[in-house]
């Protein structure tokens, strides 16, 4: 049953009057409903405080009835009264902040919330919310400052299962988060809610089940490592251990192979020979103006910017635009291309011309899956590399579990041709597994998600939620909270996951606990693609390749972008990597022996 909405307010529990009165007044209710009070109690405090001045610009109609008040009001009185009306305000204000903010959070202040705080810790944000996470008995905080929504972000697993299952309907993505991506998605199924996103939820879970997209997917990863990937690292180790960085190169093999596959072209970004191609540069272009809108302490700043068409807003519209043509002419090649050979592909964006859906859609849901693919994989991969590196006996594990699969399939251990596995291969490996799934638990690629609350709601641990609240999830804090992993939880261990019962993937950890790929009804579609991208390129790499950072001292910064990054990238000298196994499956690194004899 929908509850009747009460006297004076309408159904969404705003003041009734709020749409036939002037804009200022408009605000000024808005100011009242941000600080939890009536219209009425905010006027005779801020009438009886300095603050009324301010309050009146906004609400030109009660200036009237303040003109007859001083008049009556003598100024000894007025003062004293101002005075005590100022303590009031605050006080309440106070109020309202302790209520809201149960247990634990930055320390915040009347009006400015936890501004100061903010700003001092801005530029280690994750690591200031994840101590702040620890230190709340329930692993959540609320965070309430100037400038922005208030905002309950927790740790908390059960708090995760609730806002990404059991109460679903209530968290939806929202109005603040789809307007930072929408000029870019569209209508695509990362940005929408409700109807829409359902609707296209179950199309494409269906194409990505399809035994045809994952036959597709394999083509795609043996021709883009054997042609390219391998040979320009093969190029910087001609060159006697010349340096290369990782990052950029498995960014560009991502871009490459998620094209491929949904749109069924090839962009060539790993081929030195041909120059970076626009659709990428377009798409870097965008994605780090749009993840600059999102991290905008004032998001009325890019607004403005956006309705003036002024500076990085301007550059957006003619990226994004870039993008659209690209993906519409290639909507509209292809459907000729389908009307003379009569619909011979396999990729995302044949299927869905197929379907029936307009160009519009169709380029929508292409683009959000180019977003989905682009650096999720690539930036798990680079501190996957990152974390081998300084745990040389995990490689070595990696390197003995690659090993003895090409010997179980027959291939010979020094053959440079294709990996030799299927896709039930590479779910077999439970090592590499492990060591990925870890790396995504310490350096998750989405460092955090939030959801917006459509209605008040209280959260199992007690936390109160209210209308429009921003809801986030924390991924990289979860990673390190030792409340849910332990007292060793900030080690690179992969007996975490190679205890867990063994059912072919690390299985047995809650999406809840572990929600690196999201969990519920909006679970990661790709899941499956991605492990097996990253599995293949593990494979290709490593078997081949001794790669050493180039600064061994380094410990890189994480960065939370829309898709997180290594700061300043993965720099590495490359070797080729001579692998003797042993009958019994072990492994001897000749290209050491070599060195030792050399020196
Ligand atoms: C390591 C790699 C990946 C990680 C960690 C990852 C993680 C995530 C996360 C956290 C979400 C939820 C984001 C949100 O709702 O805002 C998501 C959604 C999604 N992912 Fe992935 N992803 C990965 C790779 C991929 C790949 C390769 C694809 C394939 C193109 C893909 C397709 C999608 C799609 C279509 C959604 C939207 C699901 C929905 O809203 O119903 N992902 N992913």
Same mark, same amino acid.
């Given at each position: 049953m929908t509850p009747r909405p009460r006297a004076g307010m309408d159904s969404n529990g705003a003041p009734a009057d709020l749409a036939p009165v002037s804009p200022s007044t408009q605000i000024y209710l808005q100011v009242c409903r941000y600080i939890y009070m009536s219209p009425i109690t905010v006027y005779c405090l801020t009438h009886a405080s300095s603050l009324h001045l301010y309050l009146l610009c906004l609400s030109p109609p009660l200036?009237?009835?303040?003109?007859?008040?001083?008049?009556?009001?003598?100024?000894?009185?007025?003062?004293?009264?101002?005075?005590?009306g100022c303590c009031l305000l605050l006080l309440l204000y106070s109020l309202r902040f302790r209520s809201s903010s149960p247990g634990h959070g930055p320390r915040s202040y009347p009006v400015i919330g936890c501004l100061v705080a903010f700003y001092e810790n801005r530029r280690r944000l994750l690591d200031w919310y994840t101590e702040m996470l620890s230190a709340s008995p329930t692993q959540t905080i609320v965070v309430d400052r100037l400038g922005a929504r208030r905002t309950v972000v927790t740790a908390n697993p059960v708090n995760v299962e609730?806002?990404?299952?059991?109460?679903?309907?209530?968290?939806?993505?929202?109005?603040?988060?789809?307007?930072?991506?929408?000029?870019?998605?569209?209508?695509?199924?990362?940005?929408?809610?409700?109807?829409?996103?359902?609707?296209?939820?179950?199309?494409?879970?269906?194409?990505?089940?399809?035994?045809?997209?994952?036959?597709?997917?394999?083509?795609?990863?043996?021709?883009?490592?054997?042609?390219?990937?391998?040979?320009?690292?093969?190029?910087?180790?001609?060159?006697?251990?010349?340096?290369?960085?990782?990052?950029?190169v498995l960014r560009r093999f991502a871009f490459d192979v998620i094209c491929r596959v949904s749109l069924g072209v090839d962009p060539g970004c790993l081929d030195p020979a041909l120059p970076a191609p626009r659709l990428a540069t377009a798409f870097d272009a965008a994605a780090g103006i749009i993840a600059r809108r999102g991290a905008a302490p004032v998001s009325a700043v890019w607004k403005i910017k956006r309705a003036l068409d002024i500076g990085s807003e301007r550059r957006l519209r003619e990226e994004v635009k870039v993008?659209?043509?690209?993906?519409?002419?290639?909507?509209?090649?292809?459907?000729?291309?389908?009307?003379?050979?009569?619909?011979? !592909?396999?990729?995302?964006?044949?299927?869905?011309?197929?379907?029936?859906?307009?160009?519009?859609?169709?380029?929508?849901?292409?683009?959000?899956?180019?977003?989905?693919?682009?650096?999720?994989?690539?930036?798990?991969?680079?501190?996957?590399?990152?974390?081998?590196?300084?745990?040389?006996?995990?490689?070595?594990?990696?390197?003995?579990?690659?090993?003895?699969?090409?010997?179980?399939?027959?291939?010979?251990?020094?053959?440079?041709?294709?990996?030799?596995?299927?896709?039930?291969?590479?779910?077999?490996? !439970?090592?590499?597994?492990?060591?990925?799934?870890?790396?995504?638990?310490?350096?998750?690629?989405?460092?955090?998600?939030?959801?917006?609350?459509?209605?008040?709601?209280?959260?199992?641990?007690?936390?109160?939620?209210?209308?429009?609240?921003?809801?986030?999830?924390?991924?990289?804090?979860?990673?390190?909270?030792e409340a849910i992993w332990g007292s060793d939880a900030g080690d690179f261990s992969l007996d975490r996951w190679l205890t867990l019962p063994s059912d072919g993937t690390a299985g047995g950890v809650s999406p809840f606990k572990y929600p690196v790929f999201q969990g519920g009804?909006?679970?990661?579609?790709?899941?499956?693609?991605?492990?097996?991208?990253?599995?293949?390129?593990?494979?290709?790499?490593?078997?081949?390749?001794?790669?050493?950072?180039?600064?061994?001292?380094?410990?890189?910064?994480?960065?939370?972008?829309?898709?997180?990054?290594?700061?300043?990238?993965?720099?590495?000298?490359?070797?080729?990597?001579?692998?003797?196994?042993?009958?019994?499956?072990?492994?001897?690194?000749?290209?050491?022996?070599?060195?030792?004899?050399?020196?």
């Open positions: 200036e009237s009835i303040y003109r007859v008040h001083s008049i009556m009001i003598p100024g000894s009185y007025m003062l004293c009264f101002q005075f005590v609730h806002i990404l299952k059991s109460n679903f309907g209530n968290y939806p993505k929202g109005k603040p988060f789809t307007d930072v991506l929408g000029d870019l998605l569209g209508k695509g199924i990362f940005n929408v809610d409700g109807e829409t996103w359902y609707a296209q939820r179950k199309l494409v879970s269906h194409e990505f089940s399809a035994r045809t997209l994952r036959e597709l997917e394999v083509a795609v990863l043996e021709a883009e490592a054997l042609d390219r990937l391998v040979p320009a690292l093969e190029a910087a180790a001609e060159l006697g251990g010349g340096a290369v960085d990782m990052q950029d993008i659209h043509e690209a993906v519409m002419e290639l909507i509209r090649s292809r459907k000729k291309e389908r009307f003379l050979v009569n619909g011979a !592909r396999n990729d995302l964006l044949s299927r869905m011309i197929e379907c029936g859906y307009d160009d519009e859609e169709i380029r929508d849901m292409v683009i959000s899956f180019i977003m989905a693919g682009r650096d999720t994989t690539s930036s798990a991969l680079t501190w996957f590399f990152w974390l081998l590196m300084r745990h040389r006996d995990v490689e070595r594990d990696v390197l003995e579990e690659i090993a003895s699969m090409r010997q179980q399939k027959g291939s010979s251990s020094s053959s440079n041709a294709g990996e030799g596995f299927d896709l039930d291969d590479y779910r077999r490996m !439970r090592v590499l597994h492990a060591a990925l799934s870890e790396t995504m638990r310490l350096y998750p690629p989405v460092a955090w998600d939030s959801k917006h609350a459509a209605a008040a709601d209280v959260l199992p641990d007690g936390t109160r939620v209210g209308r429009g609240d921003r809801v986030t999830y924390f991924q990289y804090g979860m990673g390190r909270m009804p909006r679970t990661c579609l790709g899941r499956e693609m991605a492990f097996a991208q990253m599995k293949f390129v593990a494979c290709a790499v490593l078997r081949r390749f001794d790669l050493r950072p180039v600064d061994e001292g380094r410990t890189p910064v994480f960065l939370p972008l829309l898709t997180s990054h290594m700061d300043g990238g993965l720099k590495v000298t490359v070797r080729r990597r001579a692998v003797e196994t042993t009958r019994h499956g072990a492994m001897r690194d000749t290209q050491l022996q070599l060195e030792k004899s050399i020196n």
